[in-house]
């Protein structure tokens, strides 16, 4: 099966510097990518994807890169801002509606003001 | 994006008594049904996977008799943790997926907590 590999676990940065988060997936199989945000106590929101098609997808201050030979995927937050802090999630799986997503362990953001 | 509702949001319950969560999605028919549990500071375990009109598949470790799956319809799922014990305390997901398996969606979440 599919198995995920995100860093680090915590991040700790001022806010406007930039945040970068690790995944790495093993089934060469997963072509879809998207990340989350969790804040405490709430839901998992998606927050950005990408598919295997495309290397690379920015919305605003967050941008998501995708490198199918290494097997590995990153988002990337500029200009942070202390309501960046959450947990973020990577996830990986097959598209398709009964494909299982194979989450990461979370990374979690503190953004210092 | 798809709209999910869960309910309830939070739930105490005594020891060895049953507690339903419901999960609907209103604005797509969700084929397949993800359950999750998230303990504090940690992700999400996937716990069972359904289909609409057949049982549900459970993950490895994850007791079927004990967290009961009905996946009846295209927009409602639900989950009952029956005899419940402090350690079943925990955030249950929801998470529905249509024909397209694109930006899972997730419900609101269900904290339980079992004293």
């Known amino acids: 099966g599919e198995n995920v590999e995100q860093h680090p676990s915590t991040l700790s940065v001022q806010e406007g510097d930039s945040a970068v988060i690790k995944c790495t997936y093993s089934d060469s199989a997963s072509n879809y990518f998207p990340w989350y945000k969790q804040e405490l106590g709430k839901r998992p929101q998606l927050i950005i994807d990408i598919r295997s098609n495309v290397g690379e997808k920015k919305d605003q201050r967050i941008a998501v890169t995708l490198n199918k030979t290494a097997k590995h995927f990153s988002l990337h937050i500029t200009e942070t801002q202390p309501e960046d802090s959450a947990v973020y999630f990577c996830?990986?799986?097959?598209?398709?509606?009964?494909?299982?997503?194979?989450f990461g362990r979370g990374t979690s953001l503190i953004v210092h003001p | 994006g798809a709209v999910v509702s869960q309910h309830p949001s939070w739930v105490i319950c005594k020891s060895g008594t049953s507690v339903k969560i419901e999960c609907r999605s209103l604005?797509?028919?969700?084929?397949?049904m993800f359950w999750y549990r998230q303990f504090p500071k940690q992700s999400l375990m996937l716990m069972a996977t359904s289909n609409e009109g057949s049982k549900a598949t459970y993950e490895q470790g994850v007791e079927k008799d004990k967290f009961l799956i009905n996946h009846a319809s295209l927009t409602l799922s639900t989950l009952t943790v029956t005899s419940a014990h402090p350690e079943d305390s925990s955030f249950y997901i929801c998470s529905p997926s249509g024909p397209t398996g694109y930006g899972y969606t997730f419900g609101s979440g269900t904290r339980l907590t079992v004293v």
């Open positions: 604005d797509f028919q969700a084929t397949t």
């Open positions: 996830a990986a799986s097959q598209s398709g509606g009964s494909y299982i997503p194979t």
